[in-house]
C-alpha cells in the first residue's frame, strides 16, 4: 500500500484523530509496505493494522498494491 495523495493525510487526520490511524499513515507515506511489515514497524497488532487498512482503503482513503 501507499497513500497516492498528501492531501489525504490531513483529511484523514481530521476525521480519524487515532494514534494507530496516523502510525500507519506514516510507515506508507515513503513507500507501499505489506500489513506485516507495518504492523511491525508501528507495533500495533497485525489484526488492528488489517482493519484500519481495510477501512482506509473502503473510504478511498489509500490503494492497496498487490506484489
Not at 40 to 64: A, H, N, Q, W
Amino acid at each position: 500500500m501507499i497513500i497516492e495523495n498528501p492531501d489525504i493525510v490531513s483529511r484523514l487526520l481530521r476525521v480519524w484523530g487515532h494514534e494507530d490511524i496516523r502510525r500507519i499513515m506514516v510507515s506508507i507515506m515513503d513507500r507501499a509496505k505489506s500489513v506485516a511489515q507495518i504492523s511491525e514497524e508501528s507495533g500495533i497488532p497485525l489484526r488492528t493494522c488489517y482493519d484500519f487498512i481495510l477501512k482506509m482503503k473502503d473510504r478511498g482513503l489509500i490503494v492497496v498494491e498487490r506484489s
